[in-house]
Every structure is written in C-alpha cells, then in structure tokens.
C-alpha cells in the first residue's frame, strides 16, 4: 500500500469525520488525490465501515459481552471456514477470530444480559456439530479497545500560556 | 554586651514602611523587566472563562511516552533515588553522545565535552554566566525565546537585538549581523529552529554567519532544543559547520522533542574548556539534575522513545499544515514556519497592535495567543500560536479567530 493510503488511514482511524479537504491540508497532499485514494480504499474493502467507538458502560440500556474459546474439528478441505462461517452469521457475534493455541476459535458474543450469553452458547454454539468444546469468559469491564482508552483522564494539564 | 550597631536591624524590616523590602534587592534583579508572557499569562487567568482555547502554551500536547514514564517509577521503586555524578548519569552522557552523532552527526566526548542539565534553561544559563563579563555585547536574533536577554543583564553584560523580519523567513541575514557587530560584541546566541517564529536555517544558510562569528572571533549559544522539530528536511547544527565545533555550546533537551517539559531535563556539550567552566558553576548551584529525570531520559534516547518521538513530529507536521493554510485561508499573510510548534502570522493588516488584538481575540474571540512584541524587535505586529492542541480544538480556535477578525472589519 502506498505511502499516502497509510497515512489516510492513520488519520481516519483516529478521528473518522476528517473530510477529505482538512486530510490533504494535513498531508500536504492535494485534496482529489486523498478523495480517490480513500475512494479506492473503500471500493477494495480496505475501509470498511466508518463507525462509532461507544463506552456502552455509560448507555442506560448496558450490554453484556463474552469472549469464548471454541474448540472444534476442522473438516477436509474447507478447514475452518464453514464453522466459523456459521458462527459468524449470527448478529449477536461481535468478532471471531481464528486462533493458534489451546483452541480453535475465539468468539466474542454481545448479549442484554447474562442469560441471553448462556442461553446462545448452550442452545447454538454447543450444538454445532464440530464444535468440541466452548469456554466462556465475560467481560466485567472494558479498559481499553481497539487503541482507545475508556478511562476518562483530565487531558490538559498545561499553562494557560507559557514561554 | 551587644554594640548597638551589631544588633540585627529588626526595625529596617519592618513591612509597614512604604517602599517594603525592595531596597534589599540588588540593582540587577530588581531592574529585570517583567515579562509580558507573565503579563498576558495573568490576563488569561484572570478571566476565569472555562471555553477560552488556548494557543498560548510552549509546550507539547503529548504525555511524557509511557515507557519513559514506567522507566522513571521503575527507577524509584528500585531506590535510584541519590545524587548521580556531577555532569549527569556517564550512561545518559554516552547515550546523548551516540544521539546527537545519529541525528545530527556532531561528536562530542561524553566524558569532557558535556553536561547533563536541569532543562535546557539551565544550560542557557550555565553558557552565559560563564562567558559574560561585564560590559560583554550579547547579539541576539529577534523575536526570540525571552530569557537570554534577562539572563545577560544579570552578569552585567548587554544584550543586543537584531530584528529579522518576514521577507526572511525570520533568518539571521549576514548584512543584519555584521551591522550589528561593535568590538565589545562576544557571543552570538542562535536559536533555531526558533521559538516563536517556527524559523530555521539551513546548513548553507548558516555558511556566511559562521564565516563572520570566525572573523569577529565570536562564541556561538546555540540553543537547538528544538532541533527535532524540523519538518522540510534534516536539521543542521551549528556546531556542525567547518571550524564551528570549538566555538559553538550546543544548548539542547528532552522537553520539546520527547514531550518532557515537567521533568527539567537538558544539555550542554562543548569545548571542554567552556564546559568544565560551566560544570564548576553547575556543580555549585545545582549539584547534577533530578536522578529520575536522568533515568527518564535515557529511556527516551532508546528504541521506544525514539519511536514515539517520530509519530510525534508526524502529528505536529499535519498540524502545522493545518493552521498555516487556515491563517492565509482567512486572509493573514503567514510565512511558513519550518521548525518548532508555532504559527507566527502577521496581524498587521488588522490595524491592530499585537497586545490590542491578542486582548480583544481573548475577551471576544475567546482564544488565547501571544502577542509578538513580547519576543523582542521584529515580534510586533505579530501573533505566537502553539499548534500542539487537537485537531478539533485547532479547527474550532480557527474558526474562532475567522468570526473575530469579520467583527474587525
Ligand atoms: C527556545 C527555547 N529554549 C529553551 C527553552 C527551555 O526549555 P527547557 O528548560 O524546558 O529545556 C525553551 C522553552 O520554551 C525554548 O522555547
């Protein structure tokens, strides 16, 4: 990926609203230059989707999330595509990854509430054919996500005007 | 039986006489001029209004990385808690040796040619109290960084101006320098990249100034604390021009490029004539910097501070960009600032000096900047803005400046 796309993106992950104008002044770029690129990345999947970072612990109506190491048998040929395609189909799945180690598949799951979590790991996870076994871990509280810190710092301690 | 003249002069104290203690104060630090960055600080305090955004600051917006913060407590629940060496750490003089061969390929030896100082403040000091004698002409670039005219007058010396202006990108021009030259001249302190007009001078830029510092057989302060911060381009030091080694003492430090204002760390390196002049004065009045400092240092000179350094200086380039084109896109002739964290645009247009619109643009515009003449011949007419603050706060203080300068109209 060339130069430009990478600080794009750099900038975008920071603070998604940057319009493409205030991204080429940025850059010292020209601002068709950084509209197309970021064009591009999109059309190519690159970018794919300009959400929110939400503090759900600050919503009124709080979630429960999971991460649940899945182990399974991977079938011939297809590895583990099929399975955690299956897996990943369900909208309560937030993330899946496949992982080296211990197990298999690591799932996160975001529920209203314990017993919905429980209820989907007994009722669709488990009973997938492949799947050995499921461990589940919930989340008691999210310090820091993707690169962002939810713990609220006084951010500017400095003068007012200094030398 | 205590004469009546040995006795302590209890009634001289007394706080009700109406000149107080003044007359206690020696000539010269009660003849140092207040500076009008306090002047303004307190204007800017006073007005207590929570929505001010300041441009104001010297300072960068980063924390301390974090390494460098968890070397530092490391350090203290380990106990390094005494007195490290005169000069500083050996470890920390040898690192900063191997840094400034790296970055701006100078050699000094860690073990004669340097000394490790509270802040790059100290080391101003330390360089001029030990080569001012009274009388001494001390040749300074102006506007610039506001304590090396104070700092001159306490050893008695007097420091001269020479304005530079726009049209020159701020540089020193050899005519400027040579009209300023008399037989008392002895130092010539550079400071660039400069604070507050971002300015820098190129290694043939600095060709002609050396060659006039070797015919006048001046000293060089060169104050580069901001060297890290040039952004079109490799700084290029003084000290690394032909001859200039032994005629330079590099002024440097970790509070600009490592984001390490609160921790008063600095250097000096030199000639070992000067800088065991300096190191004799140093060892006197401060004894050697803050030993967790010195360890926060070093941890910055390594692999993960210099890491975070370089993303730094990324950010503060997009930034700079940012509000040179939002000045001239608002119609103020803003020459391109190559170095340092300041825009310096001209306010002249308005009409306006730069106390008379830095106060209004505070109370009605609601941001906060320094007016230029508080940087000495050259600042007036001009605004000193930091752009190490967020990109949102750049834009809506952008915004801000925009609406204040159509109510002007
Ligand atoms: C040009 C210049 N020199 C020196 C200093 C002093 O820096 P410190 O004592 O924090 O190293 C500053 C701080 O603002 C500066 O702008």
Redesign the interface.
């Given at each position: 990926m060339n130069e430009l796309k990478l600080s794009i993106l750099d900038l975008l992950k920071e603070d998604a609203r940057l319009s493409a104008a205030t991204i080429a002044t940025m850059l010292g770029a020209a601002e068709e230059e950084v509209s197309a690129a970021i064009a591009e990345m999109e059309q190519d999947h690159v970018i794919v989707k300009y959400a929110t970072v939400v503090n759900w612990s600050k919503v009124d109506d709080e979630k429960v999330t999971a991460l649940i190491e899945v182990e399974c048998t991977p079938e011939r040929g297809r590895g583990f595509e099929n399975i955690a395609e299956r897996i990943y189909l369900y909208p309560e799945v937030k993330s899946v990854y496949l992982m080296s180690g211990a197990f298999d598949l690591l799932v996160e799951i975001e529920g209203k509430n314990l017993k919905e979590v429980a209820s989907f790991v007994s009722n669709k996870l488990s009973t997938i054919e492949s799947v050995i076994s499921t461990k589940t871990f919930f989340i008691l509280k999210k310090y820091k996500q993707d690169g962002i810190i939810f713990e609220e710092f006084e951010d500017d301690h400095r003068l007012l005007v200094s030398p | 039986m205590i004469k009546d003249e040995e006795k302590p002069k209890v009634a001289l104290a007394d706080p009700s006489r109406s000149d107080g203690m003044q007359r206690y104060l020696a000539s010269h630090a009660r003849e140092i001029p207040p500076?009008g960055?306090r002047r303004?600080?307190d204007l800017?305090?006073a007005s207590k209004d929570k929505d001010?955004i300041?441009l104001?600051?010297?300072?960068p917006?980063f924390v301390t990385p974090w390494r460098v913060r968890d070397a530092a407590v490391y350090s203290l629940e380990k106990g390094k808690t005494q007195y490290s060496p005169n000069a500083g750490m050996l470890e920390l003089r040898e690192a900063i040796g191997q840094y400034l061969y790296n970055q701006f390929n100078l050699t000094y030896d860690p073990g004669k040619e340097m000394v490790v100082t509270v802040g790059g403040s100290e080391g101003i000091d330390l360089a001029l109290r030990a080569l001012i004698e009274p009388g001494d002409e001390i040749l300074v670039p102006e506007p610039c960084?506001?304590?090396y005219s104070p700092i001159t007058s306490l050893s008695g010396g007097v420091a001269v101006g020479i304005e530079t202006f726009a049209e020159d990108q701020f540089k020193l021009t050899p005519e400027s320098l040579r009209a300023a030259i008399t037989p008392k001249s002895k130092i010539l302190v550079l400071c660039y990249p400069s604070?507050p007009t971002g300015a820098i001078m190129t290694y043939e830029e600095m060709l002609p100034i050396a060659k006039i510092v070797e015919e006048h057989d001046l000293i060089v302060i060169s104050d580069e604390i901001y060297a890290e911060l040039t952004f079109n381009g490799k700084h290029a030091s003084f000290a690394s021009l032909p001859g200039m080694k032994d005629r330079t003492i590099l002024v440097s430090g970790f509070s600009k490029a490592f984001a390490m204002t609160g921790w008063r760390m600095g250097y000096a390196c030199g000639h070992p004539d000067l800088i065991s002049a300096m190191l004799k004065i140093h060892q006197y009045t401060i004894m050697c910097a803050p030993t967790m400092g010195q360890v926060a240092a070093l941890e910055a000179l390594t692999k993960g501070g210099l890491e975070e350094k370089d993303r730094m200086m990324e950010s503060y380039n997009?930034?700079r960009?940012?509000v040179v084109?939002g000045f001239r896109d608002m119609g103020l002739e803003c020459h391109e600032p190559q170095g340092a964290f300041y825009a310096f645009p001209s306010i002249r247009s308005t009409g306006l000096t730069s106390e008379q619109f830095a106060e209004k643009l505070l109370l009605e515009g609601k941001v906060?900047a320094?007016p230029g003449h508080v940087f000495g011949k050259g600042g007036e007419g001009f605004l000193r803005c930091c752009y190490a603050t967020s990109?949102?706060q750049l834009?809506e203080a952008m915004e801000r400046i925009h609406l204040f300068l159509r109510s002007l109209e």
């Open positions: - | 500076s960055i303004f600080f800017v305090s001010i300041t104001g600051v010297g300072e917006d960084y506001i304590s604070n997009q930034r960009r940012l084109q906060a320094v990109v949102a834009t």
